[in-house]
């Protein structure tokens, strides 16, 4: 079966400091992976999603990038962490075509 | 844009009864629905998804409808019970093939 792995689940880190999550996805290959973000008690805001290695797509102008080194795997990072990006990090993962995502647990990223 | 808009009011009901979430849609008829269930915490969980051409589907205590004349998609559960609530997401694709969300449902229920 598939599985998600998204780590860490909680984050604190400072204003200006860098920023690295990771996700990897198990038992299935070439995946449409996704970044999504969710403040408080607000939607999911896709970040970036990627159809095959290398291919990144960004949805929307920041402070963040992301990459896909491996075929199931995808990092979010960012250089210098600004108050703003704190939130709620989802990576998830679907088959090709219009198919339901699934998640992974999430990281609560809190920026100081 | 597509976008996607759910009641931001929690819906607070008593165990046993029925519990409907409402989803609308802008713009363009989507070709299909999703719904998902997000609990504090943890990551959103697929639960149906519903097609342009189908009226209803069913999963166990669990209906959506889909109505391309009124733009909305209603979201059933029956029976319901505490371990229900949660927040309800409602999903859809955008013009650009990707998935865009509602802002989510939150779901009460009293025992």
């Known amino acids: 079966s598939q599985t998600i792995h998204q780590w860490p689940a909680t984050l604190v880190q400072p204003v200006g400091s860098p920023l690295s999550l990771e996700c990897t996805v198990e038992?299935?290959?070439?995946?449409?992976l996704y970044w999504y973000r969710q403040a408080a008690g607000r939607g999911l805001q896709l970040l970036f999603y990627?159809?095959?290695?290398?291919?990144i797509s960004s949805e929307v102008p920041q402070n963040l990038s992301a990459s896909r080194p491996q075929d199931r795997q995808f990092i979010l990072s960012s250089k210098k962490l600004l108050l703003s990006d704190s939130g709620f990090y989802l990576c998830?993962?679907?088959?090709?075509?219009?198919?339901?995502?699934?998640f992974g647990n999430g990281t609560r990223l809190t920026v100081t | 844009s597509q976008k996607i808009e759910q009641n931001s009011e929690a819906l607070n009901i008593q165990e046993g009864k029925t519990a409907t979430l409402t989803c609308n849609y802008t713009n363009y008829s989507p070709a299909y629905l999703q719904w998902y269930r997000q609990d504090p915490g943890r990551g959103p969980v697929f639960l149906l998804l519903?097609?342009?051409?189908?009226k209803e589907k069913r999963k166990e205590r669990l209906k959506v409808t889909f109505d391309t004349t009124l733009k909305q998609s209603l979201f059933h559960i029956t029976a319901s019970q505490p371990a229900d609530s949660a927040t309800y997401l409602c999903?859809?694709?955008?013009?650009?093939?990707?998935?865009?969300f509602g802002s989510g449902t939150r779901l009460l229920v009293r025992p």
């Open positions: 038992g299935t290959s070439n995946p449409n």
């Open positions: 519903i097609r342009e051409n189908e």
């Open positions: 990627s159809v095959g290695i290398g291919q």
């Open positions: 998830a993962w679907s088959v090709k075509g219009n198919s339901p995502l699934h």
């Open positions: 999903a859809s694709m955008d013009s650009s093939y990707k998935l865009i």
